[in-house]
């Protein structure tokens, strides 16, 4: 699609920011801790225990946040993929003294694992970056066929309740929330728990950041969050001090613990969690 090259944009992100995520490193750090916390309540909302024999497969792991979180807690055998195999040599350094976590510079649709091998399947901002309705559902399928029997996906995307703009950049491809219901229903799982994220800082934050851009134009730039929304930056946005920014953000971190999880009609990023039929 658009002659977009997965492999080549994930680790030209990854030379750039040392990360595959959001490019504002403030933003990304207080966007990525609200993220783990949103999981980790989940999946006890959910009822899905983990342990120090529970197997785990990360798909997208980036740099392995995820895994450093559930390694800390829980001890689990993780198994983490990206097809980014620059990301990947960074996190394998990372986990190199971890015994129980492997790492594979592979996609979903190259996936080569037993069938019915993990317990939980994970898949934070993944999905979304699947551009062909084919590979899509694809996808799913190789997700939930490494799954066991009454195991757990959790996936966290974009999923409005409607689709107002379905390809807001060349890397994403926004789906509706009952997409995602429905295609993991013909794959043999079964919806148990939603949680809306409030993101409430985030939305600030761009919306703040915008207004200075607007009102002091200086060579616009235009970067691109791993979300798919093109966010405009010029000059004017260095002479904002960190600690301003920050505490925008701080403001809004009670907030986004208080109104999670926020029903669907409210927000477009959730929390979907299925288990197999």
């Excluded at 996190?91 to 003294?97: E, H, I, L, M, P």
Aim: aromatic residues 10%; charged residues 20%.
């Amino acid at each position: 699609m658009n002659g977009f090259n997965p492999k080549l944009f994930w680790d030209g992100r990854f030379r750039t920011h040392g990360h595959t995520g959001e490019s504002d490193p403030i933003l990304y750090a207080y966007d990525q801790q609200r993220r783990l916390e949103a999981l980790q309540r989940a999946l006890t909302r959910a009822g899905v225990s983990i342990t120090a024999h529970t197997k785990i497969l990360d798909v997208g792991c980036g740099t392995g946040d995820m895994i450093a979180r559930f390694s800390d807690y829980y001890q689990p055998e993780i198994t983490g993929i990206d097809l980014s195999p620059e990301t990947i040599a960074y996190t394998r350094q990372r986990f190199a003294s971890n015994p129980k976590v492997k790492l594979l510079a592979t996609s979903l649709e190259e996936l080569d694992l037993p069938a019915a091998s993990f317990d939980l399947v994970i898949g934070v901002n993944v999905l979304q970056h699947i551009l062909e309705p084919g590979s899509f559902s694809q996808a799913i399928s190789r997700m939930t066929g490494v799954l066991q029997p009454r195991g757990h996906i959790l996936v966290m995307d974009f999923s409005p309740i409607k689709v107002a703009q379905r390809n807001p950049s060349p890397y994403i491809v926004i789906r509706s929330r009952q997409d995602y219901i429905d295609t993991f229903n013909q794959a043999g799982c079964r919806l148990i728990l939603e949680y809306g994220m409030p993101r409430l800082g985030v939305r600030f934050y761009r919306w703040f950041m915008a207004q200075v851009a607007r009102r002091r134009p200086k060579s616009p730039q235009v970067t691109s969050s791993t979300e798919g929304q093109a966010v405009t930056t010029s000059a004017a946005h260095p002479s904002m001090g960190q600690r301003i920014k920050r505490a925008l953000l701080a403001f809004f971190e009670p907030w986004d613990r208080l109104f999670a999880p926020m029903p669907a009609r409210y927000t477009d990023m959730r929390i979907l969690i299925f288990q197999k039929f």
